[in-house]
């Protein structure tokens, strides 16, 4: 009597997150009907690529930032990831609508929203867009790994059918059923306080929402300027966007080499930057700093080093600061060593 009782249980719990189960089933699987069937998004060098947008995870990712380093270092590899990840979205987002195999493809889920979590957590232009979906992600999959799916499933559809299957050890572990745990209780408690204890470091960590003073990262661009070197003919350096908006550039209309005394020894203005050679950009990864219709582009994530002529400086050793303007009024100074 208790078996069947707590069976039942099972089922009405498999049913009552069915709609939990349809929406973020098609939240994964939408992935891969957007990236392949509305528009090709997996060719590199096209607009709307992907492996760009991925780019743009780099700079403030949580843990796995080598990760995403090694891949935008190395389109080809890049290019592999994007499409098996796009599949296992599909597999993972349609079997989970489908109901079958729920448990396994409710750690797919977990599995997917940590990596979002982590590596996007801090992009959101108006709100904590990323982070959100990133923990209710990984919440969802762990309730969806209790509760499996109840009627309205083919896990369901495949246990009233008596198929042999479904009655073995690894179907309740890995479809829906009874979930074959001595303490569920504490199992519960234990699962809910780590997901509720990765929710608040990360909030605090990506936008110091717990305590002390909120922060947006997906606001205003910065850039970050290092690596500075001269000789005779040209100035070097490594401009890298880490912040701001993923959805648009940094549009750099200015750079001044100033002397020491905040004298400009030359000016690149807008107009010559829109038409910059890209024989003078070595970008680093698949988000490439480029001349645009108005200025010079930098999408968030992307990190390139720039060569300017300076056989128009008459006195090189007077060189001292270098400062990149953009289209915001926004400024960013570094002294040249």
Known sequence: MKHTTNSQSYDLAGLYTLSLRMVIGWTYFSAFWRRLILENKLIPDEKGYIGEKFNHFLPNALGIKPIIEYLVTHPDALQRSMMIFTIIEAIVGLFIILGLFTRLMSIGIFSLALGILLGSGWLGTTCVD??????????????????????????????????????????????????????????????????????????QYFHGGVWGTLHNKSVKPKLEISNISHNN?????????????????????????????????????QKELSKFSKDHIKNHYVAKVKPGKHSLVIPLGAKADVTIGIDDILQKDEIHTLKLIDISGIEWMENVH
């Open 130 to 203: 990323e982070w959100q979906i990133g923990v209710l992600g990984v919440a969802g999959g762990f309730v969806l790994f209790l509760t499996g799916s109840g009627s309205y499933s083919l896990d369901d559809y495949f246990i009233k059918k008596n198929k042999p299957f479904t009655q073995t050890n690894w179907f309740q572990w890995l479809g829906s059923g009874m979930l074959p745990i001595s303490r569920p209780k504490v199992f519960v408690l234990i699962g809910s306080l780590l997901i509720f204890g990765l929710t608040l470091y990360t909030n």
């Open 233 to 269: 003919s040209g100035l070097t350096f490594e401009v890298y966007r880490t912040e701001g908006a993923d959805v648009y550039g940094s549009f750099l209309i200015g750079i001044h080499i100033l002397d020491k005394n905040g004298n400009i020894l030359k000016e690149i203005n």
